[in-house]
């Protein structure tokens, strides 16, 4: 849940199988984070956010193999 002057946004990403939730918060809070100083509107950053929180937690451990999981979030902050 996420909550500015204009009002408060909750979103929940489904994730079909957790397989490891470490890192999941961090990289909720990354997005956050660029979203805020992007000055992107709050659903967005929420949006944004619980997606890559849940690509974390399909994966074992904090960090991907590959960068490409980085890359698609570069796209998508963008636009």
Do not use: Q, W
């Not at 199988?17 to 470490?22: A, E, F, G, N, W």
């Amino acid at each position: 849940m996420l909550i500015d002057k204009f009002g408060v946004n909750e979103y929940k990403y489904s994730i079909k199988k957790v397989l490891d939730t470490v890192g999941a918060g961090d990289a909720y809070s990354a997005i956050l984070c660029l979203g805020y100083l992007n000055k992107m509107p709050i659903d967005r950053i929420n949006f944004l956010a619980n997606k890559f929180a849940a690509s974390i937690c399909v994966i074992k451990g904090a960090i991907p193999h590959s960068d490409e999981i980085y890359d698609n979030f570069k796209e998508e902050i963008k636009n």
